[in-house]
């Protein structure tokens, strides 16, 4: 989605990071980049409990709190 990555990296230029959007055939499967974040807070030992996890459909990408990158 075009308007998804402006908003992306109007984000990643105020927080001083770069954007890496991936090639489109690469964009399929949001289970994957799920999969991905899990396995880098867990590679940082970010590990939350079952009970005390949840889903909220309108989280928004700019209010995640990123814990295991510096």
């Known amino acids: ?6 908003m992306l990296q109007t ?14 055939r690469y964009c399929i499967d ?10 880098e807070m867990l590679r940082a030992g970010q590990v939350t409990a079952l ?5 909220t459909q309108r989280y928004r990408t700019d209010e995640v709190e990123v814990t295991w990158r510096d």
């Open 1 to 6: 989605n075009q308007r998804l990555q402006e």
């Open 51 to 55: 009970d005390q996890s949840g889903i």
């Open 30 to 39: 949001n289970g994957a980049m799920i999969a991905q974040a899990g396995w």
């Open 11 to 24: 984000m990643c230029r105020a927080r001083g990071a770069e954007l890496c959007p991936t090639d489109e």
